[in-house]
């Protein structure tokens, strides 16, 4: 089949490699690949810290995306000769005060045997520059973490030429039946093909014949550190901190860098809020107080495509045409599923009735509108 996806972020990218390799003809359009919410993603896969009350539809699937990691990053790595950063390093969730340990201990009765509880000491042993006021936490052998920036640029280089530098304005749909039969670009090409795959991100809104999806922009600050040689390693472990009820993150890479994030927040400035960051940087040296001898190297904003309960919006929404969006704050960590399940429904095979019902686009009724807020978010990135 002759395959368009709109969107090369790592759903896109990821998706068109997979229908690549089940031997369609591909094309992606994105003007700026991999620059909206893919480039500011930490990429932890953390099945596990991700686990909160009340999401009941998202972790089985979060569960099945873990599952297909390994193998997804390694027959990557192995196609196109590039790293992806995939660690298997475990996680260390760790709290500060009373209130932070009760919120992990919930954590560890939701997950049984996959947590392991530790004691302030026993974490500082892990990670010898811990503060003193780490005072206990869990250690999560089964969340791990990639980077995202290395995933997508394999990805590019994988699907080479087959990604065109051009927004697409509308999917085209035949009058009477709906049928989708390709694209208009921005600058006005037009482009034909057996199925559309829409995974704009946020940017599925604004497109002219996909429907209105109930998308949000949630946005996230985020800092990537250099720690100097001369306190390497500084971090060894994926670290999760709850300080005093504030959620932050510390991600070490091989290559000595540190993502530190991230805020969660759906109003404030569309682009890095000093107060976002000045929260992370307060809460992360609280639990590693070497965090104020790293070198800033990058702060960045991007906004996380939101959706109404964090369950992605995918499935098929008219003949011809397929959405693949609304991957809020786990789109990394769902990237091999998001392929696999986009994949077999542009090629009409079933998935899974329990998928399909929990992914439908369509399951909060109707169609939404594209909202000011989405358009404004979107060009920022
Ligand atoms: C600060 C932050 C930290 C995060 N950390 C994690 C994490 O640790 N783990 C995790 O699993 N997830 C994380 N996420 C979430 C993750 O980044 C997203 O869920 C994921 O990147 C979504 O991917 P996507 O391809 O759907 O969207 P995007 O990466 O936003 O890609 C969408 C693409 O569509 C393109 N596009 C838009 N409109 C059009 C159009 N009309 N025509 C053509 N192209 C178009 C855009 O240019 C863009 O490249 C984080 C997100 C943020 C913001």
């Not at 000093?274 to 992370?280: P, S």
């Amino acid at each position: 089949m002759r395959i368009i996806v709109v969107g090369a972020g790592i759903i896109g990218l990821a998706s068109a490699s997979e229908l690549l390799r089940r031997g369609h003809e591909v094309t992606v359009f994105d003007p700026a690949p991999a620059a909206g919410a893919s480039r500011a993603a930490a990429g932890m896969l953390a099945p596990t810290t991700e686990l909160a009350w009340g999401q009941d539809a998202l972790h089985p699937l979060l569960a099945e995306a873990a599952a297909r990691y390994p193998a997804f990053v390694a027959a990557l790595e192995e196609r196109t000769g590039l790293g992806t950063g995939h660690r298997r390093t475990a996680t260390l969730a760790v709290g500060v005060d009373a209130a932070d340990r009760a919120t992990l201990a919930e954590l560890a009765t939701l997950r049984g045997g996959a947590v392991r509880r530790i004691t302030g000491s026993e974490a500082r042993e892990l990670e010898p520059a811990f503060a003193p006021a780490v005072s206990g936490g869990l250690l999560v052998s089964e969340d791990h973490q990639v980077d995202p920036r290395l995933v997508t640029a394999a990805l590019l280089a994988e699907l080479g030429s087959r990604v065109r530098l051009d927004a697409v304005a509308a999917v085209e749909r035949e009058p009477g039946s709906g049928r989708a039969t390709g694209i208009r670009s921005a600058s006005g090409e037009r482009a034909v093909a057996d199925e559309v795959l829409v995974a704009a991100g946020l940017g599925a809104t604004l497109i002219d014949g996909v429907p209105r999806l109930p998308l949000r922009p949630v946005w996230g600050d985020i800092l990537r550190l250099r720690v100097p040689d001369a306190i390497r390693p500084l971090l060894t472990h994926t670290v999760r901190g709850l300080v005093r009820g504030s959620a932050v993150y510390l991600v070490p890479r091989e290559d000595g860098e540190l993502v530190l994030g991230a805020t969660v927040r759906e109003g404030g400035v569309e682009g890095v809020q000093a107060g976002g960051v000045l929260a992370l940087l307060r809460d992360a040296e609280r639990i590693l107080p070497g965090i104020a001898e790293c070198e800033v190297v990058e702060v960045l904003a991007r906004a996380r495509p939101g959706s109404p309960d964090a369950v992605p919006l995918l499935g098929r929404v008219a003949p011809g045409l397929v959405v693949a969006t609304g991957f809020d704050r786990h789109g990394v960590l769902l990237t091999p599923l998001a392929a696999e399940l986009g994949s077999d429904l542009v090629e009409g095979r079933d998935v899974a009735p329990a998928f399909s019902a929990a992914l439908d686009p369509f399951r909060f009724g109707g169609t939404g509108v594209a909202d000011a807020t989405v358009a404004s978010a979107l060009s920022v990135a």
